[in-house]
């Protein structure tokens, strides 16, 4: 399998809408894709992620920019022609043929020996467990063992680049938490490049090497789930990756590595990343699962819970503070003191668990 890296530059694709004005459904993306990553495409629906996706496949022509495989420009070349196969979300299967004849059928196409096509059939039925189902048709298998099949007719062609059209959303959470593992199982295995679309979060934050946040037609952040997720550049992606709590200030010092924060009633301290300057007013953002609640003769800073949820695993609250409900989560509260509506604690945000945007 001879995997290639990808690379967008200044990619834009603009529609004409019934009012005959101009639309950028996607503006000006560049990103690069090295040969075996797993990046995916993730953002709320109308981002631009899947039009992106069907440029680098060839189902939607590029307005402007350049779409590269390897070294090699693909813009002129047609989707059949171009070293990339997709699995989409319907499957796609051909209901009248069995299960070999679907996963096949591209190999016919490109006229292989019999025996070759036979060969590679069974050595992919091999590493995804389908050799019991080769002769059955699709009707008589699951929604998962379907999707699997989808996988393994994609598989088979050894293509350069691996494209996945939101694959995993109709299937049941189970299913779907069961099969992403086995899809990124199969990427590390085999080592192709693989560019993933999702709106699910957690799917993006587990299977991914890269994460490229998309935001109205823009590219709003790329990085790795750990960077997009304690590290978010602006408010969108902060609030689109998992909870987020804002709480405004303003810089009132600034060292080599930390920044004071002022808020109305105390100063923070937070890791420095970035620029920025004496009297900047900012935002800071703190994931619930970072803020530690203690005694209210424990600290300086003081909030109210004004919600307690006790949920198993974790005791949920929200707790008011500057006239802000901050949530705040303690993971296995077993042994915990548990806080009730109406008491008055201490709050106390880590230094590293404050980003500044």
């Known amino acids: 399998m001879s995997t290639k890296s990808v690379t967008l530059k200044s990619v834009t694709k603009t529609f004409i809408d019934d009012q005959n004005k101009f639309v950028h459904a996607v503006s000006d993306v560049n990103l690069v894709i090295k040969q075996g990553e797993f990046a995916t495409l993730l953002g709320p629906s109308g981002c631009g992620k899947t039009t992106t996706l069907r440029m680098v496949a060839g189902f939607e022509e590029i307005s402007t920019g350049d779409i590269f495989f390897g070294e090699e420009n693909v813009n002129k070349i047609s989707p059949n022609k171009r070293d990339c196969t997709m699995v989409f979300q319907s499957y796609a299967l051909f ?3 069995t299960v070999f004849e679907n996963v096949a059928y591209g190999l016919k196409i490109k006229k292989l020996p019999k025996e070759e096509i036979e060969r590679k059939v069974d050595d992919i039925f091999a590493i995804m467990n389908l050799t ?3 002769t059955r048709m699709p009707s008589q298998l699951s929604g998962g063992q379907q999707q699997r099949v989808a996988l393994a007719r994609a598989l088979v062609m050894e293509p350069g680049v691996l494209l996945f059209d939101e694959p995993l959303s109709n299937l049941d959470a189970k299913l779907r938490l069961l099969m992403r593992d086995e899809i990124r199982r199969l990427q590390k295995r085999l080592g192709i490049t693989a560019i993933y ?12 090497d890269k994460v490229i946040v998309m935001n109205k037609g823009k590219i709003e952040q790329i990085g790795t789930p750990q960077e997009i997720y304690q590290r978010p550049k602006t408010k969108f992606v902060a609030d689109f990756i998992g909870t987020a709590n804002f709480i405004n200030g303003k810089i009132s010092k600034v060292t080599e590595d930390e920044l004071f924060i002022q808020t109305e009633d105390s100063v923070l301290k ?4 970035g620029d920025f300057s004496v009297d900047d007013a900012i935002q800071m953002v703190v994931r619930p699962e970072a803020i530690h609640l203690l005694e209210e003769e424990s600290g300086e800073i003081k909030g109210k819970v004004v919600k307690s949820v006790f949920m198993g695993q974790t005791q949920d609250y929200e707790v008011e503070y500057n006239g802000v409900n901050l949530q705040v989560t303690v993971h296995n509260p077993m042994g915990e003191r548990i806080y009730q509506v109406g008491e008055i604690v201490s709050l106390h945000f880590p230094r590293e668990s404050l980003h500044v945007i």
């Open 95 to 97: 209901p009248h043929m």
């Open 270 to 273: 937070a890791i420095r990343h």
């Open 197 to 208: 679309v999702t709106h699910d979060q957690s799917e993006a934050m587990s299977m991914s």
């Open 132 to 134: 019991e189902h080769k």
